[in-house]
């Protein structure tokens, strides 16, 4: 939408299109305490960031379902009772006997809202071969999905589809597009107004640079500016960024932890960047998390202060979070068994003083629970992490053990 576009329109356009529904929900479904069924500090944590209920039961529709390269791979939808309704995959091993560890895999923020989970995840015929962006899931079965470009998936994830990959190790993976993500993105057509001033610009320098984008990257480019305008909006309706897209992390889990072939008893997440902010978000609140992995997403408050504040989106900066203690501090309030930290040296988006900091912090307030790694490497999540993130789960997610009792021995029990 054009300066002159917005001047004849006769009414601004929705800044919340597609979730118009989001306050009456948020308003209806203040987060419940006993949802947690956890500690006090998980509740805490809840109430600051404005979680809201999230709706027992979800029913999810199977839309298709495919088996290629030893895993099964299903597309599911669920509606959350606001906003679009959620796409998400679950993978699985197709040979599996018995039930599985289950994993939610959290996509990164990335600067990229057009498409969610499917950076994640591998479809049939041999998608990583393809150019980015021709759409084999048709081929495949999952309707009219357009594949995201694979070059995200090779500059952040190793040229691995993190999902599927982990499906192969043995997991039962979900990864399920998140608030603003995907199916779960902002109808930005028309665009807010306050969101098309900031485009207009940007596409002006575009066209004098010769750069012609995608409908994707158009949409992301808005969504971008758009953020700052679903912030706004959060602290309005008593949430937060954060605390939504929380919520949808919570639904998922319960989705997880009801899915066929999955030990609802060795529950973990991981993430890397936005994603691993969430896991650790999530293991914070929900006391099914038994180990969880955080990738590239650990500093302290501290040390954004003043180069770094704008490297990072309103997933890290949300209002109240600062008053429950520093960022690692949410980490030692999940009740999660073994909780891994990986750090990237080279991370161009957290100082080094940072990390080694949040670091210390870790080890001196859950030393019995946590494992920090260092890596130099930049803000990505390399195959040798990934290899190491899997092998830690494995050996976290490992069946309990069995307390087996006996009758008494009647020739050894008094009479």
Same mark, same amino acid.
């Given at each position: 939408?054009?300066?002159?576009?917005?001047?004849?329109? #006769?009414?601004?356009?929705?800044?919340?299109?597609?979730?118009?529904?989001?306050?009456?929900?948020?308003?209806?479904?203040?987060?419940?305490?006993?949802?947690?069924?956890? #500690?006090?500090?998980?509740?805490?944590?809840?109430?600051?960031?404005?979680?809201?209920?999230?709706?027992? !039961?979800?029913?999810?529709?199977?839309?298709?379902?495919?088996?290629?390269?030893?895993?099964?791979?299903?597309?599911? &939808?669920? &509606?959350?009772?606001?906003?679009?309704?959620?796409? %998400?995959?679950?993978?699985?091993?197709?040979?599996?006997?018995?039930?599985?560890?289950?994993?939610?895999?959290?996509?990164?923020?990335?600067?990229?809202?057009?498409?969610?989970?499917?950076?994640?995840?591998?479809?049939?015929?041999?998608?990583? !071969?393809?150019?980015?962006?021709?759409? $084999?899931? @048709?081929?495949?079965?999952? /309707?009219?999905?357009?594949?995201?470009?694979?070059?995200?998936?090779?500059?952040?994830?190793?040229?691995?589809?993190?999902?599927?990959? +982990?499906?192969?190790?043995?997991?039962?993976? +979900?990864?399920?597009?998140?608030?603003?993500?995907?199916?779960?993105?902002?109808?930005? !057509?028309?665009?807010?107004?306050?969101?098309?001033?900031?485009?207009?610009?940007?596409?002006?320098?575009?066209?004098? %640079?010769?750069?012609?984008? /995608?409908?994707?990257?158009?949409?992301?480019?808005?969504?971008?500016?758009?953020?700052?305008? @679903?912030?706004?909006?959060?602290?309005?309706?008593?949430?937060?960024?954060?605390?939504?897209?929380?919520?949808?992390? +919570?639904?998922?889990?319960?989705?997880?932890?009801?899915?066929?072939?999955?030990?609802?008893?060795?529950?973990?997440?991981?993430?890397?960047?936005?994603?691993?902010?969430?896991?650790? @978000?999530?293991?914070?609140?929900?006391?099914?998390?038994?180990?969880?992995?955080?990738?590239?997403?650990?500093?302290?408050?501290?040390?954004?202060?003043?180069?770094?504040?704008?490297?990072?989106?309103?997933?890290?900066? /949300? #209002?109240?979070?600062?008053?429950?203690?520093?960022?690692?501090?949410?980490?030692?309030?999940?009740?999660?068994?073994?909780?891994?930290? &990986?750090?990237?040296?080279?991370?161009? +988006?957290? =100082?080094?003083?940072?990390?080694?900091?949040?670091?210390?912090?870790?080890?001196?307030?859950?030393?019995?629970?946590?494992?920090?790694?260092?890596?130099?490497? =930049?803000? @990505?999540?390399?195959? %040798?992490?990934?290899?190491?993130?899997?092998?830690?789960?494995? /050996?976290?997610? &490992? #069946?309990?053990?069995?307390? $087996?009792?006996?009758?008494?021995?009647?020739?050894?029990? $008094?009479?």
């Amino acid at each position: 939408m054009t300066t002159v576009d917005m001047a004849a329109s #006769p009414t601004r356009p929705s800044a919340l299109a597609g979730y118009e529904d989001w306050p009456a929900y948020a308003a209806k479904h203040r987060f419940a305490a006993e949802l947690t069924a956890g #500690p006090p500090e998980a509740r805490q944590l809840a109430d600051t960031l404005g979680v809201p209920a999230v709706i027992p !039961d979800i029913e999810y529709t199977v839309l298709a379902e495919s088996e290629h390269d030893g895993v099964i791979t299903s597309h599911l &939808q669920w &509606q959350l009772g606001f906003g679009p309704a959620t796409s %998400a995959w679950f993978v699985r091993p197709a040979r599996a006997t018995g039930p599985q560890p289950g994993l939610l895999a959290l996509h990164c923020h990335g600067g990229i809202k057009a498409y969610g989970a499917e950076r994640l995840v591998r479809f049939e015929h041999n998608p990583e !071969d393809n150019d980015g962006g021709i759409s $084999a899931a @048709v081929a495949s079965g999952f /309707s009219s999905l357009a594949l995201p470009p694979l070059d995200v998936r090779a500059k952040l994830y190793g040229g691995r589809a993190l999902a599927t990959w +982990l499906a192969r190790h043995g997991f039962a993976v +979900l990864a399920h597009d998140a608030f603003m993500w995907g199916s779960r993105r902002f109808e930005l !057509d028309p665009l807010p107004w306050r969101t098309a001033n900031a485009v207009n610009g940007r596409k002006a320098l575009w066209r004098e %640079a010769g750069v012609e984008l /995608s409908v994707a990257e158009h949409y992301d480019a808005a969504a971008a500016s758009h953020e700052e305008t @679903v912030a706004k909006a959060a602290t309005l309706i008593g949430t937060t960024v954060a605390g939504t897209v929380a919520h949808d992390d +919570l639904a998922a889990l319960g989705v997880l932890a009801s899915l066929p072939g999955v030990d609802r008893d060795r529950l973990g997440c991981l993430g890397f960047s936005g994603g691993g902010g969430r896991a650790m @978000v999530l293991g914070a609140l929900s006391p099914l998390i038994r180990s969880y992995v955080v990738t590239c997403m650990m500093t302290t408050f501290e040390s954004l202060l003043p180069s770094y504040l704008d490297a990072h989106s309103w997933l890290l900066h /949300s #209002p109240g979070l600062a008053g429950l203690g520093d960022w690692p501090d949410l980490a030692i309030r999940s009740t999660a068994e073994k909780v891994l930290v &990986q750090y990237a040296l080279d991370d161009p +988006l957290f =100082p080094e003083r940072g990390m080694r900091d949040a670091h210390q912090h870790l080890v001196e307030g859950m030393p019995a629970r946590y494992t920090g790694s260092f890596w130099q490497e =930049p803000h @990505v999540f390399t195959r %040798a992490m990934q290899d190491e993130a899997a092998a830690f789960l494995t /050996s976290a997610l &490992q #069946p309990r053990p069995t307390t $087996a009792t006996h009758a008494p021995d009647p020739a050894r029990t $008094a009479s």
